[in-house]
């Protein structure tokens, strides 16, 4: 079993460089299955991360051909035929819900297995089902596999809640459509943007990403192109975060600070410096923090779910009491419990968490159970006094690349250990 053995209690301090969004990867490499010419895709500096592996399985069960040639990715899609994604991996990757846009915008069939719930709570899919039939998609729901077949007509389809995948799903499977397609109530994350820049880079028709309607104007099919995708914003955060918890000061660089305003804003109401550059966050922190009095998650521009954990973790540590409420995924606490195996004194209500702040944290064996999760628990075990043990990797490898080495060279005292646990951490 593999794990993070850290020894905690170092302020870091240092430069990052943020590599491409798993998030925008992700549906890009998604998108990239509507391309049916022969010419090439090349996606440029692609991390390396568990994700992006799984989604690359499924692409080649589908038919894609997928290399790599240094940090890109060079994709041909020409020969995909296969319309069903295999049950295995769609276990292995929630996300592989937006399959079903690209593969019944270009094949005009798909099946796929019905994605139950995870360890950050239920994740229903309605929305996105709700927006394929306004296309036209005809949808049979049985033994827990969903399949979606016909021709796709333009139409106008507004979302009960601007849900990022079914934002994407829908992009996808209007593109090839026949006619114009309006998403009200669109979410408006960077990785729509994203995608969008994306898929006209192929030849789509598409407007709006970023505000809450898009449209989509049918064409008849894509080519290959070239593309790098944003920076990822969760990463960077994670790490200014890794700043704040430790008292340190961490740059991060090759990043869009604007992504990011919500985060250094309550940073800064925290008490940290936060210097914005033109593509690049320093943020340095004199332990201990302010609390925040009310942080709630929400659709961008709001906090981000995704960053919500890090920073519960962060204010384990500041002075005074901080109410941290969950709107986007209500069941998302499950690193609680492993922060209050550190000392944290957290109490939870519903989708509300008080953190009442503590002097300091102690090291402990704790799991990682999703991958947000597994980078508070990282976080706070850096803060904390002692060793920790951290088992639960594969999750936090699903959307970090080498996350200790890169810890290592801020100054953190992090190694990932495989096999029967070692009794003393040293280094
Ligand atoms: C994406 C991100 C994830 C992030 C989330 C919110 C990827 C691969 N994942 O997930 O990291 O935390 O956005 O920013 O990009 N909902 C429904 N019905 C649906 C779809 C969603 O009720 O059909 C609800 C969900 O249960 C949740 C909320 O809408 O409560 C937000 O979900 P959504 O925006 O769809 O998140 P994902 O696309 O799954």
Redesign the pocket.
């Known amino acids: 079993m593999e794990r993070y053995l850290v020894q905690g209690g170092l302020p870091l301090s240092g430069t990052v460089q943020i590599g491409g969004a798993?998030?925008s990867i992700?549906?890009v490499l998604a998108a990239a299955l509507l391309n049916d010419s022969s010419e090439e895709i090349r996606l440029r500096k692609v991390p390396a991360l568990g994700d992006v592996r799984a989604m690359i399985s499924i692409l080649t069960c589908l038919g894609a051909q997928v290399g790599r040639e240094g940090e890109d990715l060079l994709l041909q899609t020409a020969a995909v035929d296969c319309d069903q994604v295999p049950d295995l991996l769609m276990r292995e990757m929630r996300?592989s819900i937006f399959l079903m846009g690209p593969l019944l915008g270009r094949l005009g069939r798909v099946r796929i297995s019905y994605p139950g719930g995870c360890a950050i709570?239920?994740?229903?899919?309605?929305?996105?089902l709700e927006g394929l039939q306004k296309l036209g998609a005809v949808i049979e729901e049985k033994n827990g596999s969903i399949e979606a077949r016909g021709r796709l007509r333009g139409s106008k389809i507004t979302l009960a809640?601007?849900?990022?995948?079914?934002t994407?799903n829908l992009m996808m499977a209007s593109v090839c459509a026949r006619g114009s397609t309006v998403i009200a109530n669109a979410?408006c994350?960077p990785?729509i943007t994203d995608l969008q820049n994306f898929l006209n880079t192929l030849g789509a028709r598409i407007s709006g990403a970023g505000g809450p309607e898009i449209t989509i104007r049918g064409v008849r099919g894509l080519h290959g192109g070239s593309y790098r995708v944003f920076p990822d914003r969760i990463v960077a955060g994670t790490f200014l975060l890794a700043a704040v918890i430790t008292g340190g000061c961490i740059t991060v660089e090759g990043i869009v600070p604007e992504h990011l305003t919500a985060l250094s804003g309550l940073l800064e109401q925290a008490g940290a410096a936060v210097e914005i550059g033109a593509a690049a966050i320093t943020v340095s922190a004199k332990r201990p923090l302010r609390a925040l009095q009310r942080v709630r998650t929400g659709?961008y521009p709001g906090f981000?779910?995704?960053l919500q954990p890090q920073l519960l973790a962060a204010l384990t540590l500041a002075r005074g009491s901080s109410t941290v409420i969950e709107h986007?995924?209500?069941g998302r606490f499950h690193h609680v419990p492993e922060l209050r195996r550190m000392g944290a004194k957290i109490d939870l209500s519903g989708h509300r968490a008080i953190i009442r702040g503590v002097d300091r944290l102690s090291g402990a064996e704790v799991k990682a159970t999703d991958l947000r999760a597994g980078a508070a628990l990282t976080l706070a075990a850096l803060a904390a006094e002692g060793p920790s043990r951290i088992t639960g990797i594969s999750h936090i490898e699903r959307g970090y690349e080498r996350l200790p080495e890169t810890l290592s060279l801020l100054g953190a005292r992090i190694l990932r250990e495989r096999g029967a646990p070692e009794e003393v951490l040293s280094r």
């Not at 709570?121 to 996105?128: C, E, M």
């Not at 809640?161 to 079914?166: D, F, K, L, M, T």
Request: glycine content about 6%; charged content about 25%; proline content about 17%.
């Open positions: 798993k998030n992700l549906p996300s709570g239920l994740r229903p899919i309605n929305l996105h809640y601007p849900s990022v995948g079914a994407e979410a994350e990785e659709p981000p779910t995704d986007v995924f209500k």
